[in-house]
T-cell receptor, first 114, second 112 residues
Framework: SQQGEEDPQALSIQEGENATMNCSYK?????LQWYRQNSGRGLVHLIL?????REKHSGRLRVTLDTSKKSSSLLITASRAADTASYFC??????????????FGEGTQLTVNP | ETGVTQTPRHLVMGMTNKKSLKCEQH?????MYWYKQSAKKPLELMFV???????ENNSVPSRFSPECPNSSHLFLHLHTLQPEDSALYLC???????????FGDGTRLSIL
């Protein structure tokens, strides 16, 4: 099964509200990354949190990591219509044979209504 | 603009055609990747190149053939594809394997 699984699959909110997306994973990781994908475009890296970190901020983004529960959350505060996109978590799990490798989840589709 | 350029953006081909997808980055990155993105499925890693050497082939059928002639260019040669190969093919690069990746906007491939 996939290393990263996002929850919920879809989220619809009003502009100005906060949006929270969750990611669960199964194996030990080096770091966890969040990406955004606008329709018809490639993924854009948002933030990376290392396995020894618990919380990280970048602008309106706040990411938490709980390695004991193997889960992470992405909070977008004061959302804007331009935040409408799919959000993916990706885990970097070290493998002896091939070094690091990112594994992506299925994503959360966020819709921010004006 | 992510610094990773993919061409063409759209490609329609028959099952017996041969075509190539191109990816180019001038970010000075040493790792390059091909991914397949299908509807309702997670991003699937296909191939990884580190310093021009292929370091990962994720059980990809031989009708997909990658080529990395130098650290800035990556190709995906396509031959005798199947309808289920229709998808968005994304190229990415990173300074080294495991670091945040920069993605191109992909090639939307449709197999008739």
């Amino acid at each position: 099964s996939q290393q990263g699984e996002e929850d919920p699959q879809a989220l619809s909110i009003q502009e100005g509200e906060n949006a929270t997306m969750n990611c669960s994973y199964k194996t030990s990781i080096n770091n966890l990354q969040w990406y955004r994908q606008n329709s018809g475009r490639g993924l854009v890296h948002l933030i990376l949190i290392r396995s020894n970190e618990r919380e990280k901020h970048s602008g309106r983004l706040r990411v938490t990591l709980d390695t004991s529960k193997k889960s992470s959350s992405l909070l977008i505060t004061a959302s804007r219509a331009a935040d409408t996109a799919s959000y993916f978590c990706a885990t970097d799990a070290f493998r002896e044979t091939s070094g690091s490798r990112l594994t992506f989840g299925e994503g959360t589709q966020l819709t921010v209504n004006p | 603009e992510t610094g990773v350029t993919q061409t063409p953006r759209h490609l329609v081909m028959g099952m017996t055609n041969k075509k190539s997808l191109k990816c180019e980055q001038h970010l000075g990155h040493n790792a390059m990747y091909w991914y397949k993105q299908s509807a309702k499925k997670p991003l699937e890693l296909m191939f990884v190149y580190n310093f021009k050497e292929q370091t990962e082939n994720n059980s990809v059928p031989s009708r997909f053939s990658p080529e990395c002639p130098n650290s800035s260019h990556l190709f995906l040669h396509l031959h005798t594809l199947q309808p289920e190969d229709s998808a968005l093919y994304l190229c990415a690069s990173s300074p080294r394997d495991g670091q945040p990746q920069h993605f191109g906007d992909g090639t939307r491939l449709s197999i008739l």
